[in-house]
């Protein structure tokens, strides 16, 4: 029986749960996040993604910082269902078999949103067939084109397989783009589908883009490519995914209000509505914190704004972000021996160890750090640098060279492995939230929403989700005021004064952080995925999903 009205959701990657390591970073979580916001909310919403067997890889650290990886398979029995059914496409002279998993995520209210998962290493495919569904972002542009050859055409393939009436189409970022092409050779004609698509724009990275030979996209479509393709791209001899996918998508949404100027400029002529990002604050909050909300009103985890509506003494927020900082002490001494010391200020930085990220620049000025903040500040670090990231990888290292000249007066510890579990021991662990990128090349910066949740004020630079939410020095501080241009060492230097005039000054006031950590909790509540599911209704309302 054919079911009526969901939108068709498709990601490359998705973080459900730590352990089903089919996410790299902040996009996949996020879209793990916007699945379980909309069960919370009831949005008649499926998605699809790939299974990667081996996933992302695992992060290897020696004594000096140096990484490596390690790719442990998933078994999909331990984390999915298998739905026992299959589709084929043809690729390559013969056809490639992909069977279909299934996780399903319950809202808050009992609401499903089932996800799917396409496997490759199936017994009739080739060698080489099978090894398309291993790992994520891995492989050249001949793996990563049929991938998303078999996310988008044989994902739209799969969801009418399993009964499903697709009414909307959301694409999360370009991989996802050859989806639209096959709902036009569904029969959708080009009105229908301007009417039922949205485009998800998240990175002004050029790596975040995927580019493919046109001759490749040609060899690898056939008929579903449209004769008008390079046209609609216009982007000369390489086919941009993402350009491609907005000039056939109806429209198009980028992730802050400053990350929509950015993309308008990447993307001229095309109108980019911003959609700041949201946690799912079910997830996102550690349990010391739920304990808390939940003995206030238990409505919160439907509801997060009730939230807004709960008293709460200093001694209970003391308590309650104490358990969290223990927590995270807990796992540091666990995970590396260092123990580190409760009453020092502890400040997190955790995340994808991109480049732009700028993950070393505290430690650009050594000395005055230490002048600073020695024996009174310690650093947890933690992130993943993609394998062939030579820059992201000097980073890691970068911050094991620092660490080592100032353990003296600075504990400095990095936690191998980073992975959704361990970001939210740090974002609620800490004391306060770094984050200093390259302004504007952060999309969102979903980690600080996580920490702004947990009573942990952001110290960023204005860039991403954070011009939207700061109020200096109320809920957590600006570095800098909003420099465009890269400079490391006036960066550098905003940081160290934040530290040393603000940051320390309030730490050493205790009403005055009290009053930070509970500003920060409610900044967070205009930045859940209940909040940002509102803001996507109406796109989906759009769709016509009755």
């Known amino acids: 029986m054919t079911r ?14 730590s352990d089903l390591h089919t996410y ?18 009831g949005i008649p919403l499926v998605a699809m993604t790939l299974l990667y067997r081996k996933g992302y890889a695992r992060q290897i650290l020696d004594s000096a910082g140096n990484q490596s990886e390690t790719y442990p398979e998933i078994n999909p029995k331990d984390f999915l269902f298998d739905t026992e059914v299959e589709i084929s496409l043809p690729l390559d002279g013969r056809e490639i078999h992909a069977k279909i998993w299934k996780a399903e995520i319950f809202g808050t209210t009992g609401k499903l ?10 017994e009739k495919n080739s060698i080489e067939h099978q090894q398309l ?106 086919c941009s995914m993402s350009h491609l996918g907005i000039g056939l998508c109806g429209k198009v949404n980028a992730v802050s209000r400053l990350n929509a100027k950015v993309a308008e400029k990447m ?23 739920k304990s808390l909300f939940d003995k206030k009103n238990p409505k919160w985890r439907i509801d997060p704004s009730y939230i807004q509506t709960m008293s709460f003494s200093d001694d209970e927020i003391i ?23 409760s009453e020092k200020l502890t400040i997190g930085f955790a995340r994808r160890f991109a480049t732009y990220k700028r993950a070393n620049l505290i430690f650009r000025n050594l000395q005055r750090l230490r ?14 640098a993609h394998a062939k990231d030579i820059g992201g990888k000097n980073l890691i290292k970068n911050i094991y060279d620092g660490g080592k000249e100032i353990q003296n007066e600075i504990p400095v510890v990095f936690l191998e492995n980073y992975s959704m579990d361990t970001g939210l021991l740090i974002t609620s662990g800490s004391d306060i939230w770094l984050n200093n990128p390259i302004r504007p090349m952060e999309a969102s ?37 909003g420099e465009e241009d890269r400079d490391d060492d006036r960066d550098a230097r905003y940081i160290l004064d934040v530290l040393q005039h603000e940051v320390l000054p309030a730490w050493g006031n205790r009403p005055q952080w009290i009053d930070l950590m509970k500003e920060s909790i409610k900044t967070s509540l205009e930045f859940t995925g209940a909040r940002m599911m509102n803001d996507y209704k109406r796109f989906y309302d759009a769709f016509d999903t009755s």
């Open 133 to 238: 569904g291993m790992t994520l972002y891995g492989g050249d542009d001949s793996t990563r084109i049929r991938q998303e050859y078999l996310l988008g055409v044989g994902g739209v393939r799969a969801l009418l397989g399993l009964g499903y009436k697709i009414s909307g189409l959301h694409l999360n970022e370009g991989h996802c783009t050859f989806a639209v092409l096959e709902m036009l050779s569904q029969g959708w004609s080009r009105e229908e589908l301007a009417a039922r698509t949205l485009f998800t724009t998240h990175t002004p990275v050029p790596a975040g883009h995927d580019r493919f030979k046109w001759e490749d996209v040609e060899s690898i479509l056939g008929d579903i490519l449209p004769p008008d393709a390079r046209k609609i791209a216009n982007s000369g001899d390489i």
């Open 371 to 384: 002048d600073i903040g020695a024996h009174k500040i310690q650093f947890v670090f933690s992130g993943k």
């Open 267 to 289: 993307f001229p002529n095309t109108n980019i509505h911003p959609i700041t990002n949201g946690v799912h604050h079910v997830t996102w909050t550690s349990d010391p914190f």
């Open 113 to 122: 949103v089932p996800v799917f998962f396409l496997d490759t290493f199936h």
């Open 4 to 17: 009526m009205g969901f939108v068709g959701y498709f990601t490359a990657e998705i973080g459900l749960t």
């Open 445 to 481: 910066g979903t980690s600080g929403m996580k920490a702004s949740l947990n009573g942990t004020p952001n110290c960023s630079i204005l860039d991403g989700w954070w011009p939207e939410a700061c109020i200096h020095g109320e809920n957590g501080w600006a570095i800098g005021d």
């Open 319 to 341: 308590t309650v972000k104490e358990r969290a900082r223990m927590n995270l002490r807990e796992l540091v001494q666990r995970e590396t021996g260092v123990k580190l010391d």
């Open 24 to 41: 790299s970073g902040g996009l996949g979580v996020l879209a793990g996040d916007h699945v379980k916001s909309a069960a919370d909310a």
